[in-house]
């Protein structure tokens, strides 16, 4: 929106002649412009705190084919930090975040020294995805996201100097562990542990820090920083947070978001959790004004998050997902769970039927974590009070690792369909990309508290 579509805005919502009524927004951004120069913000009760921030520095697009982007000029801009509410409660139509929906200030005087931008196209923000399997990484605008994964996973092998020559040689990153061993992680220790012939460890189990592992914490630190770097600007990080089990249980949640939070604060960042089920819904839902229901099925848990225009009314996870999947599989068919996961991921069709013991095995523990994660839902929804009057069917988005095979949807549907659902649904979708979709969605809870 730019000035002039704003001055027809306030026109038609005031019933002002357009003269007027232009007189009123040109006296009102003179009000802002000249309060922003004398004091560092201006707080507006029900929609958040205007603020000056130093323009980034980089190009705009260029105004057409082939011509040379055009540098951001230097100054300060007046950026809008809206409250939570404030957007739930103002977003009527579904929320853009696209370039021109979000500049919704548009120039505010004749000489470009300032411009509005919503913070929600702040290039700084990042969205990472603390997952039991692999840590993802989002960054970049809303237009142009890029994602990259490292595995949640090490392996230690005694220390010589030959294995830390072969590691330097092929630039493998890893830790000295007080003399006596090397730790290679993340993407580097599965190719290593088949070298090595062991299996990898996992500094988190179950969704959280693994209680069992010792070095979980120096691990975790090891891979994150294979994926972001320390920084001094104090850049807005988002990370994902598993829900509170079902079953109960669920002691260590609190301390998993403090030393993650913790953590990354002393890397430098502005970190917070965001919870797993949520982000799904902000990234894959936004059309949907973000309502719905986001679910997250990966290695060690399946995360549910019921949203309302991007409020959590309902968030919880249940502890069967891929590692269950993996583990019974592999009891019932005598073969070692690391390679039920490699027949799983690479050849696992649901949708036809089970050529062999492996995918009959398979196909039985799907069916169960389906079941459960749709009784759960049906439960949940019963048990949760003061749920909105939702007069609109929701969608519910699917996602993670576990939703990857063919077939998986389809199950999933007709598990919903088969008792019925106390919710009426409008649609049962996968995520767009189901491997990224939780960092994704930190990334854009990043950009907004920016
Ligand atoms: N293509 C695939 N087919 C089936 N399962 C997959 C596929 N890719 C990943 N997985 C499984 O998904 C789980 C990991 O999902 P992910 O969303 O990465 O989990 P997490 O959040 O736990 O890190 C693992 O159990 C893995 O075996
Ligand atoms: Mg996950």
Redesign the pocket.
Known sequence: MNKSDLITEAARRSGLGRRRAARGVEATLEIIKSELESRESISIRGLGRLYLKSKRSGFLPALSDGAAPIPIPAGKAVRLKATRKAVASLNTEPLKLDKNATKSGGTMDKKHEKETEAAAIEGSALGL?V??????LASGTTDHIKAK?EL?AFITVPYSKFTENILKQNKVSYQLNGGQALQVYGNEAARFANVFNTEVRRPMMG?TLNPTEEYSLSVMQAIIQQLVRKTKNGETLRF?VPGALKQGGSPDLVYHEAMLRDLLNSMGYNAKGVN?GLAVVFSELERENFSGIGI??????CNVALAFMSIPVMTYAINK???Y??RNVGQVTGEIPTRI?TI???S?DLSRVPQNKYESALHVYYDDVILSLVESLRGSLAETKNLPKIDKPMPIVL????A??KGFLNKFQQAIERDGFPLEISEIRLASD??TA?ARGCLIAAMYDA
């Open positions: 995805d997952g039991t399997s692999r840590l993802v994964a949640n969704g994902s797993e997250s099925c990966g290695g060690g848990m997902a891929g590692d999947i993996d996961r799983k991921e690479e696992l996602s993670g690792g576990t990857k095979p189901p491997l939780t």
